[in-house]
């Protein structure tokens, strides 16, 4: 079965330093790998996914299958990126799959 | 992006009486939808599978009797919670994945929080 850990419940960066959030995951096949993001008062979003290789309002990850990690970067925090960040798993894009999620992290941004 | 819609955002019911939630793709059709529950400081567990037409598809340790699920249209899935008691109190979430982009982005409704007196 596959599984979605996030070893940090709270995580406190101050405004300009870099962000790592960690993502470990578990899986025997090839996972489609996402972060989603849930702002104060707002409803879970999607952040970026690993298969688009994009930079999202200054966040990357990247997916290393030999670690299995997918760790969520950004370079300078900004006050605005305080929120509660979830990693999740799917098994494929293909079909209506399930997505498994992490436990979260709460980050929050020290002005 | 697509929006998905939950009815109502809070609820609070007597124990003993069943609670329907409601789960609207508003501007997309959903032939699956997904139903959560969040505990308090935990991640969001995935109760059950809602397809259109046909049986949910139950996660282990759910109780189909308890969690009755609905998905009559391609808009619309339903999650009744029946004969609730106060350990059902919880925010359930549910969530759809608008086909027309590519499906790989899942839309969630803004939650439904159960409290059961």
């Known amino acids: 079965a596959q599984r979605v850990t996030q070893p940090e419940k709270l995580l406190s960066v101050f405004k300009g330093a870099p962000v790592e959030l960690k993502c470990n995951y578990s899986?025997?096949?090839?996972?489609?790998l996402f972060w989603y993001v849930q702002y104060s008062r707002q409803r879970l979003q999607l952040l970026l996914r690993h298969i688009s290789r994009e930079s999202i309002k200054g966040f990357t990850a990247d997916l290393n299958k030999g670690e299995t990690s997918f760790h969520l970067k950004k370079p300078f925090a900004q006050e605005e990126d305080s929120a509660m960040y979830y990693c999740?798993?799917?098994?494929?894009?293909?079909?209506?799959?399930?997505?498994?999620f992490g436990t979260g992290t709460r980050l929050t941004i020290i002005p | 992006g697509a929006v998905v819609s939950q009815h109502p955002s809070r609820v609070i019911c007597k124990s003993g009486t069943s609670v329907k939630i409601e789960c609207r793709s508003l501007?997309?059709?959903?032939?699956?939808m997904f139903w959560y529950r969040q505990f308090p400081k935990k991640s969001l567990m995935l109760m059950a599978t809602s397809n259109e037409g046909s049986k949910a598809t139950y996660e282990q340790g759910v109780e189909k009797d308890k969690f009755l699920i609905n998905h009559a249209s391609l808009t619309l899935s339903t999650l009744t919670v029946t004969s609730a008691h106060p350990e059902d109190s919880s925010f359930y979430i549910c969530?759809?994945?608008?086909?027309?982009?590519?499906?790989?982005?899942?839309?969630f409704g803004q939650g439904t929080r159960l409290t059961v007196v």
């Open positions: 999740a798993l799917s098994e494929s894009n293909f079909g209506n799959e399930k997505l498994t």
């Open positions: 899986y025997s096949g090839s996972p489609e």
């Open positions: 969530s759809a994945r608008d086909w027309r982009t590519g499906g790989t982005e899942a839309f």
């Open positions: 501007d997309f059709q959903a032939t699956t």
